[in-house]
């Protein structure tokens, strides 16, 4: 094996300085590919070349508009090849699928010199290359739609050998790319060999294009917003929090987008919306992304019944864009997304599932209640997030056909309108799908001295230990006191529609590159450990004797540590005719 030595000196793991080499070893094959790198190279042709290559088909084209004879000029990855002497049948995978190239020697090689077929394609291309093609598309005896090779042109060549699967006579499958860590951490190898990878990011597509068409043919304008902002609002959420070193100011990455496309509203756009990228420094899980893509929208004049309505007619018409149908399979449900929804009060829904009526309850009545259902609690909690907490987990999973739940009590929708009908209660609803949020609206809150008070009873909550409660906004009150009209707005989360639409269960399976921990990671010393490194960090070699002795530790622990810095390869006891050293590793 070939090692290439890569030498880190002093950098931080954890909280001790460490200085180490890392040793990075290049397999049988990768070895084999920079040689051939090299022997291209040595016949003048350029494995990485400037030059343009310009195509006028591609595979699906090729197939669809077959033309006996006509000749095409391709480009793609080459996938798989069987030489057979002079000839060779291979498949091209381009962005539409994969197509079948026959290369003969006599053909691609009509001179006397035969390198570009019996060296270049035969010997130096390797499964994965980059190469364009020209050529004229013939049917094969079995009656395969093929391109016949005529000229060969190298444009990038691999050197990792992709991780392709393979098929038995039985039609088993092994060494397939399927690890899930493996597949989201390099998502560029998954696209490649998975194909249907890729039809996942193709209906996300089609799913956001046809949100913008709905709301552009009502005359919507789609916005933009601050994604660094210095105060976290519109939503109950941990931020991720930075530092503006010209302005000297703290600022936030946006955990929603709302506050901002209000004031749009006060400004004067009746209909406004935008695709943004949240942030919320939360727990990761099958559901949860650290960054995740919201779409949100606000209409003036209107209330949450309307808004109910036009997110009925939204979701039916993404789902036949989608799929041709208003039903769409999830795991082994079926989900119509054909409207109307059934509406279903959230205390309602409690008492339902419960047989508790949860109406009216105090904070410390609520909190028993909840303890009775086994749903852990604490001091910070209010009697918003106590009610949060017993629908989520005693109700939550009932609603998997799409279902509005509606009429949030006033504590746990501090931006909303208060109920016209039910006192206590605002005009808000959730849509659950299958089990899980998939938009939250309102009919929004513009009265600028309630909705100070709401800020201000969040700010309590904050000083309970609430690390979610809502910031004051100033400016957003001074913006509301100038006057918005009746407004109502929502944010429905891309990321888990896709989710529904794609059948995926996973968050992870729907975003390019999701968040992933970090692939090197640097050794983990025990405290036993870091006491001996710092000293040999100081001075080395020293004699093994003197080191344990400053070092302090008992037999036991003193032999754990030296076996552990000698197994992370971070130190080394070497025996010379003046005793036993510890060396450090550099």
């Known amino acids: 094996r070939y090692k290439t030595k890569i030498k880190f000196t002093e950098f931080v793991m954890h909280d001790y300085l460490c200085t180490k080499e890392f040793i990075l070893e290049r397999s049988e094959q990768e070895l084999i590919r920079r040689e051939k790198l090299k022997q291209l190279r040595g016949l003048g042709i350029d494995p990485y070349p400037a030059t343009a290559f310009s195509t006028n088909a591609n595979s699906e084209s090729i197939i669809n508009e077959f033309v006996e004879g006509k000749q095409v000029t391709i480009a793609g990855r080459l996938m798989s090849r069987r030489i057979q002497g002079k000839a060779s049948f291979a498949e091209l995978q381009d962005s539409k699928g994969r197509i079948q190239v026959y290369f003969n020697r006599d053909i691609l090689c009509s001179e006397e010199d035969k390198t570009m077929y019996n060296d270049v394609y035969k010997k130096l291309l390797d499964i994965g290359d980059i190469i364009g093609l020209t050529g004229t598309l013939f049917t094969t005896q079995v009656g395969e739609k093929t391109v016949q090779v005529e000229s060969l042109h190298v444009l990038s060549k691999s050197l990792r050998p992709l991780p ?43 799913i956001t294009n046809t949100i913008r068409s709905f709301f552009n043919a009502k005359g919507y304008i789609e916005v933009e917003t ?118 279903v009060p959230i205390l309602e829904a409690i008492q339902k599932h419960t047989d508790i009526d949860v109406n009216g309850m105090s904070e410390e009545e609520l909190r028993a209640t909840a303890i009775g259902l086994d749903i852990e609690v604490d001091d910070s909690m209010g009697v918003g997030k106590l009610i949060d907490e017993i629908f989520g987990t005693c109700c939550e999973h009932h609603y998997v056909q799409p279902t509005f739940i509606t009429d949030y009590p006033k504590e746990m929708s501090p931006l909303t309108k208060v109920h016209r009908d039910k006192p206590g209660l605002t005009e808000r609803f959730e849509l659950l799908v299958n089990g899980k949020e998939l938009a939250n609206a309102y009919s929004e809150l513009n009265d600028p001295i309630d909705q100070l008070e709401r800020f201000e009873d969040q700010l309590k909550l904050s000083e309970k230990g609430d690390d979610e409660a809502m910031f004051i906004d100033h400016d957003f009150i001074r913006a509301l006191e100038y006057g918005m009209p009746p407004t109502s707005g929502i944010g429905i989360g891309i990321d888990r529609l896709v989710m529904l639409m794609t059948n995926n269960s ?67 006891v070497t025996k010379t005719e003046d005793g036993l050293f510890v060396n450090l590793l550099e």
């Open 506 to 572: 996973s968050i992870q399976e729907v975003l390019f590159f999701p968040q992933m921990r970090s692939e090197v990671k640097g050794p983990t010393l025990t405290e036993e450990e870091k006491v001996v490194f710092s000293i040999l960090k100081k001075q080395h070699p020293v004699l093994l004797n003197e080191l344990k002795e400053s070092a302090g530790l008992s037999n036991k622990k003193w032999d754990k540590a030296i076996k552990g810095l000698s197994t992370q390869q971070l130190a080394k």
């Open 226 to 343: 601050p994604i660094l902002q210095p105060i976290p609002g519109g939503a109950a959420a941990r931020p991720f929090v930075t530092h503006h070193n010209a302005l000297n100011i703290p600022l936030y990455l946006r955990i929603a987008n709302e506050l901002y496309l209000k004031r749009l509203i006060v400004g004067g756009l009746d209909g406004v919306y935008e695709f943004a990228k949240d942030f919320r420094n939360e727990g990761m899980d099958r559901t949860h992304n650290p960054e995740f893509t919201v779409m949100e929208l606000y209409v003036a004049y209107k209330d949450y019944h309307w808004m109910m309505e036009t997110t009925e007619s939204l979701l039916e018409q993404v789902a036949i864009e989608t799929h041709n149908t208003t039903k769409v399979k999830v795991g082994d449900k079926t989900i119509d997304f054909k409207s109307p929804y059934p509406r």
């Open 164 to 206: 392709l699967p393979k098929t038995d006579v039985d039609g088993n499958t092994y060494d397939s790319f399927s690890d899930p860590e493996q597949r989201y951490r390099m998502r560029y190898v998954d696209l490649i060999v998975n194909p249907d990878v890729k039809d996942t990011f193709l209906k996300r597509t089609k």
